[in-house]
């Protein structure tokens, strides 16, 4: 079946430190990709996505590229900030008939100290 | 923007009763989704509809029931609560039809209690 697999956390950075969250999928078909995040107290939002393998999705300095290869979709981010401090969700997103559905992972809880 | 509001932030009820959560949309989208949110599971899928009257169920319906009446109105009913459906539920909606490529705009969740 279709799955997303993030990894755990909680992940503790320092500011200004480098964030991977690694994030890997498998689907049936092409999936297009995203990453959605949740501050406290807050629905979900669309971070990034990428809708075909190579792509490269970025967003208020986070990236993440489609490997089809390896069937990944890392999140990367070269200096955090107290601000990014969330809940991640990867999670894919398949053609349906009548509406796209999305899968999502687990989440992984970031939590940045000053 | 897009708008997606919930009904309540936080609800309580007791086991047995009916609860409505209410969610309303204001971008004419065609396909509104209700998620409920535990720890460790992410986000699973109840129902969705992708267009007034119009259902699916999702990964993990039972025990809840839903109505569309008017396109920009998604409720969810839980028919006779129980403390397992105590949960953050979060209702979504997205435009377009299918294509694979479609963004869900998130409300803010109504965090559920049963006792």
């Known amino acids: 079946g279709n799955s997303v697999t993030q990894m755990e956390g909680p992940v503790t950075l320092s500011e200004e430190a480098f964030l991977t969250i690694n994030c890997t999928y498998t689907?049936?078909?092409?999936?297009?990709l995203f990453w959605y995040v949740q501050y406290p107290g807050e629905g979900l939002q669309l971070l990034l996505k990428?809708?075909?393998?190579?792509d490269k999705g970025s967003n208020k300095g986070f990236e993440a590229t489609y490997r089809k290869e390896t069937t990944s979709f890392h999140l990367e981010k070269g200096s955090v900030q107290v601000s990014d401090s969330a809940v991640y969700f990867c999670?894919?997103?398949?053609?349906?008939?009548?509406?796209?559905?999305?899968?999502f992972g687990s989440g992984t809880r970031l939590s940045i100290r000053p | 923007d897009v708008k997606v509001t919930q009904s309540s932030r936080y609800l309580v009820k007791r086991t047995g009763e009916k609860v409505f959560l209410e969610c309303v949309q204001d971008?004419?989208?065609?396909?509104m989704f209700w998620y409920r949110q535990d720890p460790g599971l992410g986000l699973r899928l109840i129902y969705f509809?992708?267009?007034?009257?119009?259902?699916e169920k999702g990964d993990i319906p039972e025990g809840y029931s839903v109505s569309r009446e008017k396109k920009e109105r998604f409720s969810l009913i839980l028919e006779s609560a129980s403390t397992n459906q105590t949960s953050m539920y979060l209702c979504?909606?997205?435009?377009?039809?299918?294509?694979?490529?479609?963004?869900?705009?998130f409300g803010p969740g109504t965090r559920l209690t049963v006792t």
């Open positions: 971008m004419d989208h065609e396909n």
């Open positions: 979504a909606s997205s435009s377009g039809t299918g294509s694979g490529f479609d963004e869900q705009y």
């Open positions: 990428a809708t075909k393998a190579d």
């Open positions: 509809s992708y267009d007034v009257k119009m259902k």
């Open positions: 689907a049936t078909g092409y999936p297009s």
């Open positions: 999670a894919l997103s398949l053609p349906y008939s009548s509406a796209s559905k999305i899968i």
